[in-house]
Each structure stands twice: as structure tokens, then as C-alpha cells.
């Protein structure tokens, strides 16, 4: 990687030292009523561990974190804070919010860092737990259940955990060390992680894995299978590719595991990406970063975009160009017989543009391989798994549960491990019940052996 293009990927925003972290926590009001933990989609204790950060109990405040999050590494750095906790901070009506997501990512740096806490784990003796998938859903129900005294394996398809986390989100805006050692502390709470691993292939099922003797199996596989636009003229030209493989590409380039010449983008090229989400934003900053004239095509309004305020506006800030209420009615080979421009249907008309690449980010579904090997998962029309209430978050195949993007659609991060986290407490319930039926009948057996005695 050349000098300039590892400095493009190095993180936006740096973290807080930990004098400014102190003194950002001392202007924590510790309010009675703190909205900021009504903002926070998994109820993280903001004040309470802003206010242990500001007496410089960073041990404290790093427990009273964990008891809801497993991520907060992860949380601190990728989360909508603007939108959730700090858009919630009173201290807004001052222009000023506590920077809660700096102070999150503080705190978890300074415990990885230092190696600080160490969490009195609990025997693994409630019960035997499979998780397969390993982005934020399974990791949340993987840590959640470890803690609470079961024994939790994780099965992964790829040669690394993380999912999204690893393979998706760009390494400036969440570094990989930080994700393999949010990962390292949830392997220290005794959870098994067994890589490329993917169940619905090789003779590994769900049912396999019953037979293996988990009590409960949780599903966060997510969505694995990116939308094309292969009912648009042109959609299979070379140059017109999915922006979750440039994204892979780039962050195996960025780990030095491939060359420049593999990643499929010319320095001065003109790339366009169609789509108005986070992962449009990803693909179109990373483009940038190698040297790209990059342009979203949005076939909505700004309004309507989906994605992150902050990175749309980083994302202009470092040149990218938008075009709203713009989709693209034809891909055109150029003489080389490679994609050369687009026909652009814009609210002025139709027009022709020349591109070199066009990265597709138009959302994604969930891949239909454990479904296809098990009895008894109902889907809906788009292949989303549908759950009950009761127990909540079990599919109709009974002991089999899921949660995250392949229920709910794709999500921010911590939406997903919200979802997970009400999942797992259901799971936690589920098994106790089951590991008590069991008992029962156990004891009814004897009974009835004695009687007969
Ligand atoms: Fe502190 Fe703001 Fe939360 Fe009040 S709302 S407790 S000032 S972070």
C-alpha cells in the first residue's frame, strides 16, 4: 500500500486522551431523568458510567457498560450517535451534547489497552448453546449467554469472525484491530468460535447440531445474498459489480492479503455507485480514498436517504458528488466491450454519462442455505425468517431461534444486537424451561420405578 493510500484509510476521527475524556465526562450533568439512555436503542447506564469515567473509575465504568454491551468498542465508533444517545443529551439545547459515543469508545480502549477488567464468570452448567454467525447478532447472544452461565459455540462460514464487522464496514471508520479485540474479550468469556464453518453445507445442519447436543441453536446469518439489477439492460458488463465484494476486496487489500492490481478500481477512474445507504457511503468514501471521481446515483430524494447523516456529510466533505432522484434505465458497453456509461433517468429527463465501474448497493437478502437443509423454518416472501412471540424470537422450527438483519431486515449495528439481545434473554428462559422438564420427567421415572418396586 502506497504512503498516501495508507494514510487515506487511516481513522477520521481520533479518539479522546484520557484527560479530555475525564473532563468531557465532568460536563455530565448526571441527569434524574437522562434522555440520553432513552436514545440508546440497548438502554446502556450513559450517566452512570459517565459519571465513574469522571472519578476516574474506568474498571467501573467499563463493567457497568458490559452489562449491556458486548461491542462497545464497536458501538463507540460506528453507532448513529447523533441520532441516538447524544441526540437524546439535554445538553443539545446548549449546542453542546456530552460526546457519549467518544467517551464509549474511550472506555473500551483504555480496557483493552490495559487488559483492566476481568469478569467473574459464572460455571457453564445451564445449558449447551450453537450460534452460527458471527457479525454483531450472534456476537451479542454469544457474550450475553456466556455470561450468564451457558456454553456457547459459534459457527462461522468465513476464515474469520466478525461478519459485517470484519468484512463490510471500511477499515476508517472501524479499524480491524478493534474488532479483533472486541472479539479476543468475548472469547474470554469461554465462547468457542470454530471458523469457515457453514452450516447447511457438508453435512452440517441444524439438525446435526441438535443431535451434537445443543439444547439451543440462534441464527444471525444476516443478509449474505446482495440485490442486482440484473433486469436492467446491461447489468452483467464487466465494470458493474456489488459494492459488499469491492468492500471485501479492500479491507483484504488494507490487511496486505492481496495486491493493489486485485482490487478492481484504476486510480482516476469514474465510479459510480447506485444506492442511498450506509453501504452506498462506504463503497463511495473507500473509492474516494483509492483515487476515484466518485458519484452516488440515489433514486430518491436527500431526505429519503437511508443513510447515517455524519457520513453522508464526511462523505461530501471528502468530494464525493451526489445525484438525487437519479436511477439508472441502461448499462452501455464502452469499445472495449467493458461498461462505458449509463443512460441516467433524472427528474430533467434521461441522459448518457460515461463510468468506468458502477458498484451496487441496492440492499441485500438473507442466502436460503439453512432453510433449504431444515424442516420447519418458514420464510416469508423475500426469504426473512419469521419468528413467534412466544417464545420470543423462536422460529417455527422449535429450539431454533434468530434474530439481527435476517428477521428484521438490514439495520444499524446496534439495532442488530438489540434484537439479539431480547433473543438471547428469551433463549436463556427457553433452555432453563427445558432443563427443568427434563428434570421433571427424570424424577417421574424414578417414581414410577419405585412403586413398582
Ligand atoms: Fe449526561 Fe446528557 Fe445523559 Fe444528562 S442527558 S445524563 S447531561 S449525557
Redesign the pocket.
Known amino acids: 500500500m502506497s504512503n498516501e493510500e495508507y494514510k487515506a484509510f487511516q481513522v477520521v476521527h481520533e479518539g479522546f486522551t484520557t484527560r479530555e475524556a475525564i473532563d468531557e465526562a465532568k ?5 434524574k431523568v ?4 432513552k436514545g440508546c436503542p440497548i438502554g446502556n447506564d ?2 452512570d458510567f ?1 459519571h465513574e469515567l469522571s472519578m476516574g473509575n474506568i474498571g467501573s465504568a467499563m463493567s457497568i457498560i458490559n452489562n449491556k454491551s458486548n461491542l462497545p468498542a464497536i458501538c463507540g465508533r460506528v453507532c448513529p450517535h447523533e441520532k441516538q ?1 447524544q441526540g ?4 443539545n439545547k446548549k449546542g453542546n ?2 460526546q ?1 459515543g467518544k467517551l464509549e469508545q474511550f472506555i473500551a480502549d483504555f480496557d483493552t489497552k490495559m487488559n483492566l477488567t476481568r469478569d467473574k464468570l459464572p460455571q457453564k452448567n445451564r445449558g449447551k448453546i450453537a450460534v452460527i454467525g458471527s457479525g454483531p447478532a450472534g456476537l451479542t447472544v454469544a457474550g450475553d449467554m456466556a455470561r450468564q452461565g451457558f456454553s456457547v459455540t459459534i459457527f462461522e462460514g468465513q476464515e474469520e469472525p466478525g461478519g459485517v464487522l470484519m468484512f463490510g464496514i471500511p477499515e476508517y471508520r472501524l479499524p480491524k484491530k478493534v474488532v479483533r479485540a472486541e472479539i479476543a474479550k468475548i472469547e474470554a468469556l469461554g465462547v468457542n468460535i470454530i471458523c469457515n464453518t457453514l452450516v447447511g453445507e457438508n453435512g452440517i445442519t441444524v439438525d446435526s447440531l441438535f443431535q451434537q447436543g445443543f439444547d439451543a441453536i440462534f441464527m444471525g446469518t444476516g443478509t449474505a445474498i446482495p440485490q442486482n439489477m440484473n433486469n436492467t439492460p446491461g447489468a452483467t458488463l464487466r465494470g458493474v459489480t456489488q459494492s459488499t465484494d469491492f468492500l471485501h476486496n479492500v479491507n483484504a487489500y488494507n490487511e496486505g492479503v492481496i495486491g493493489r492490481e486485485m482490487v478492481p478500481l484504476r486510480t482516476g477512474e469514474k465510479v459510480g455507485v447506485i444506492g442511498g445507504g450506509n453501504v452506498a457511503m462506504d463503497a463511495a468514501r473507500t473509492a474516494i480514498r483509492l483515487g476515484a471521481d466518485v458519484t452516488v446515483l440515489y433514486r430518491r430524494t436527500q431526505e429519503e436517504m437511508p443513510a447515517i447523516q455524519s457520513e453522508y456529510e464526511e462523505a461530501v466533505n471528502e468530494g464525493v458528488k451526489f445525484k438525487w432522484e437519479t436511477s439508472v434505465s441502461e448499462f452501455i458497453a464502452g469499445p472495449n466491450g467493458r461498461l462505458g456509461k449509463c443512460k441516467l433517468v433524472t427528474p430533467e429527463g434521461e441522459c448518457e454519462e460515461n463510468f468506468d465501474r458502477i458498484y451496487l448497493a441496492i440492499g441485500s437478502r438473507p442466502a436460503n442455505r439453512i432453510v433449504s437443509t431444515t424442516e420447519g423454518i418458514e420464510v416469508d416472501e423475500k426469504g426473512y425468517v419469521k419468528v413467534v412471540d412466544y417464545p420470543f424470537g423462536m422460529t417455527t422450527r422449535r429450539g431454533l431461534f434468530a434474530g439481527g438483519d435476517v428477521v428484521h431486515r438490514p439495520q444499524t449495528v446496534v439495532l442488530a444486537m438489540k434484537a439479539a439481545k431480547e433473543v438471547a434473554a428469551s433463549m436463556m428462559q427457553y433452555v432453563d424451561a427445558i432443563k427443568l422438564l427434563q428434570a421433571a420427567k427424570i424424577v417421574e421415572a424414578d417414581a414410577a420405578e419405585e412403586s413398582e418396586d
Do not use: A, N, S
Open positions: 460536563r455530565c450533568l448526571h441527569c437522562p434522555q440520553c439512555k450513559i450517566p459517565v444517545c437524546h443529551c439535554v445538553m451534547p456530552i457519549i
